[in-house]
């Protein structure tokens, strides 16, 4: 049984507001990365969509398209594989002036901050301010890592020599309500992430 489904709930094991009570009372350190990370995702205000097959992240995808009401609309996407998403729905998405929205992956999801890292590879040279307000992030179980030194020796070993530049991670998924020093210059994003379970 996935790590997943015992968060969320199958019937037989406890539901995850059960779960998430017995983890509240163990130091962050001690959780298994996955755990960590969706908890700390979700305490940055960041939305959450399990998947367990392609097919869930195809239907989890157009529930965020009419849930925010983004049919007939502009999106920012760089990486072919993800198009047929935009294609199936009929997504304007070659010459975007004026996105609604991105879709890209990631090159990890950093567990012990619950925030995503990105590189050129996804976003190319733009920044997180010159990004669209609104995010729909792909990323799969795997990618989870424990902290951002993890995730860059994860990119050296998969770029080997071709490493991508603009590397930055995106850690703020809501505006905060009282700004403070830790908040400056961090851009907030509207952030979905459709996690597909691979392991």
């Known amino acids: 049984m996935s790590l997943f489904k015992k968060i969320f ?3 037989e094991t406890p ?7 017995k983890n509240a009372l163990l130091p962050t350190d001690q959780l298994p990365v996955d755990e960590m990370f969706t908890m700390n995702f979700r305490k940055n205000g960041g939305k959450f969509l399990y998947c367990d097959s392609i097919a869930d992240v195809n239907e989890q995808f157009l529930n965020v398209l009419v849930e925010n009401d983004w049919f007939e609309c502009e999106v920012l996407c760089f990486e072919p594989r ?6 199936d729905n009929r997504l ?18 950093v567990a012990d901050e619950g925030s995503i890292l990105f590189s050129s590879k996804q976003i190319k040279q733009n920044k997180p301010n010159e990004l669209p307000d609104n995010m729909v992030i792909f990323a799969t179980t795997s ?8 995730c ?4 050296k ?26 908040h400056y210059g961090s851009v907030a994003k509207n952030l979905y992430l459709l996690l597909l379970e691979d392991l």
């Open 15 to 21: 539901s995850g507001e059960e779960n998430a009570d």
């Open 143 to 150: 990618q989870i890592l424990e902290n951002k030194s993890e």
């Open 157 to 182: 070993r998969k770029y080997d020599k071709d490493y991508p530049t603009n590397i930055t991670a995106i850690k703020y998924f809501e505006k905060a309500k009282d700004e403070d020093f830790l």
């Open 82 to 87: 993800l198009f047929y998403l935009l294609d």
């Open 152 to 155: 860059l020796r994860h990119i």
């Open 9 to 11: 709930g199958t019937g």
């Open 92 to 109: 304007t998405y070659q010459s975007a002036s004026k996105p609604r929205f991105i879709l890209a992956t990631c090159e990890s999801l």
